[in-house]
């Protein structure tokens, strides 16, 4: 591996700012108003696709943003890696917690800040310059390789499963090879075997035609506010557990041994406490941090808005009340099926005199794999080549929704290798990327597709 250690530390500068170049790209899927910023982040990275020297570099149309095709087979021998990763990023807001503009990338320390540096531009950026400095350094790749990039991931990648089904050919592999996760800490690498599953929906609550006088009408009539919390307030008990009815069906029991896995990890829940200043975490009270996060479905409310917002005082009652829900699911947890539990929920509980709608968004399963298959063993040996300590296989609390489709369409185990850190602030403001994993993780990929030779 000295060659690619020289190549890289030679083509440093060069790639940082070839990063810092699509990283500058606003492309957030979730706003209409970047329409043009996501053809334009999409057209960066068939560029540096083909100046990898990838072949068949192609965008590909859906009903939303465009889809990454492009591959390398010249090993008949050699296994088939397909390469997904996304090109859009989050929304900023709120902007004013930024500590500088999240489309201006800028170094810190030994960080790079921007919108999209480890969610997920950074991360695919390592695959591709990987595959640069094979095809450069040795004029050949040791396997086959596809990628697959979109741009939709962070919406719910609502058209690549139609892709895919319509491109089964294109896209067939042996394995899907994917960074967007993270180590476990720094220093400590990690591949993670599973992936919670999603659900997400909005609720509105109304009452009155219009917003009203709380002086003339306060304590006769129903106020939107109050309903909404007293509905939200009914979706858990004291503990942190969920109260929907038969919410917790099909998730897996919390044997010894899954629980020993966990312990593994050996996780410091105080110093996690300490460093987000809290003065505890929450949850329920017979499982540890990791199990909540790894093995538990969650029900999170992620935006409450209504009535005034303003500076100053207004007496209002409010006629309108809004709530954005996600849910992380685990095991055999059907997500349609978990939105109409809610869903019933919601209708049994809203307050006498209020109205109520309910609006289901994204859907998708949990994601499990085989710790004990060869090309994970291989994969965490390569972290151990470069990291100097073996990979630990652990469960994630996130959810790559495409991540089970194209696993399950293709019927190619996925190889999910992260160089993020938990703290890097992804989907928050100050997102980041340790350029001590840009460096050693494009040691790792290399390393890990040289040691899939034929």
């Given at each position: 591996?000295k ?5 890289f530390?030679?083509h440093?500068?060069?790639h940082i ?11 957030v899927?979730?706003l209409?108003?970047?329409?043009q910023d996501?053809q334009?982040?999409?057209g ?9 020297g990838?072949?068949?570099?192609k ?9 990454i ?7 008949p021998?050699a ?7 996304h090109?859009?990023?989050q929304p900023v807001?709120?902007?004013?917690l ?5 489309f201006e ?12 540096a480890?969610d997920d531009?950074?991360?695919?950026f390592?695959?591709i310059?990987a595959?640069?400095a094979?095809?450069k350094t ?13 741009g ?7 058209n690549?499963p139609i892709?895919i089904?319509?491109?089964l050919?294109l896209?067939q592999?042996?394995?899907?090879l994917v ?10 690498p990690?591949i993670c075997?599973?992936?919670r599953?999603l659900?997400s929906m909005?609720v509105?609550?109304t009452?009155?035609?219009t917003?009203l006088?709380?002086?003339s009408?306060?304590g006769?009539v129903p106020?939107?506010l109050h309903a909404m ?6 979706f858990?008990?004291?503990q942190?557990k969920?109260?929907?009815?038969g919410?917790y ?6 044997t ?8 593994k990890l ?5 110093k996690l406490?300490?460093s987000?200043?809290?003065s505890?975490?929450?949850?329920e009270?017979e499982f ?11 029900l999170?409310?992620?935006?409450v808005?209504g009535g005034?917002?303003?500076?100053g005082?207004k007496?209002?009652?409010p006629?309108?009340a809004?709530a954005?829900?996600?849910c992380r699911l685990?095991?055999?947890?059907d997500?349609q ?5 809610i869903?019933r929920?919601?209708n049994q509980?809203i307050?006498?005199g209020?109205?109520?709608?309910f609006?289901p968004?994204?859907r998708a399963?949990?994601?499990t794999?085989d710790?004990s298959l060869p090309i994970l063993?291989?994969a965490?040996?390569s972290f ?8 630990v ?5 996130g959810s790559l929704p495409i991540?089970e489709?194209?696993s399950?369409i293709l019927?190619?185990p996925a190889?999910?290798?992260?160089f993020g850190?938990?703290d890097?602030?992804?989907h928050?403001p100050n997102?980041?990327?340790n350029l ?9 990929i290399?390393?890990?597709?040289k040691?899939?030779?034929a």
């Open positions: 591996m060659n690619y250690e020289a190549y530390s030679e440093r500068e060069e700012e070839q990063l810092k170049d699509w990283l500058r790209i606003p492309s899927s979730a209409s108003e970047h329409k996501m334009q982040a999409a960066w990275a068939v560029e540096a696709l083909k100046t990898a990838l072949e068949n570099v965008l590909h149309t859906t009903n939303g943003n465009p889809v095709y492009a591959d390398y087979l010249h090993s021998n296994p088939t890696l397909l390469i997904y990763g090109y859009d990023v807001d709120p902007l004013n930024w500590d500088s503009p999240p990338p800028e170094i810190r320390g030994d960080k790079i800040y921007a919108r999209g480890t531009k950074g991360q695919v390592l695959h310059k595959i640069e094979i095809l040795e004029q050949k790749l040791p396997v086959n390789i596809k990628f697959c990039i979109e939709e991931e962070e919406v719910g990648s609502p690549l892709f089904e319509s491109n050919d896209l592999c042996d394995y899907v960074s967007d996760t993270s180590l476990l800490e720094k220093g400590k990690a075997t599973g992936l599953g659900c909005e509105k609550v009452t009155a035609n917003d006088h709380s002086g009408f306060g006769g106020n939107a919390v007293s509905l939200l307030s009914s858990h008990d004291e942190g969920v109260t929907v009815e919410f069906e099909g998730t897996p029991e919390m010894p041994e899954l629980r020993a896995e966990f312990a050996q996780h410091d829940d105080d406490a300490q987000l200043e809290l505890s975490l929450f949850g009270e540890t941090f990791v199990e909540r996060i790894g093995a538990r479905p969650t999170e409310l992620n935006g808005y005034f917002q303003g500076e005082s007496t209002v009652i006629r309108e809004n954005k829900i996600t685990v095991g055999k947890q997500p099926d978990i939105l109409n539990k869903e929920h919601v509980h307050q006498k209020a109205k109520v709608e609006t968004l994204e399963f949990a994601f794999m710790p063993q291989q965490a040996d151990e080549a470069v990291y100097g300590t073996r990979a296989f652990t469960r994630d609390g991540i489709s194209m399950r019927s190619a190889v999910l290798m992260g850190l938990p890097e602030n992804l928050a997102e980041h990327f001590e994993n840009f460096d050693k993780g494009l040691l790792t290399t390393h890990f597709l040691s899939l030779e």
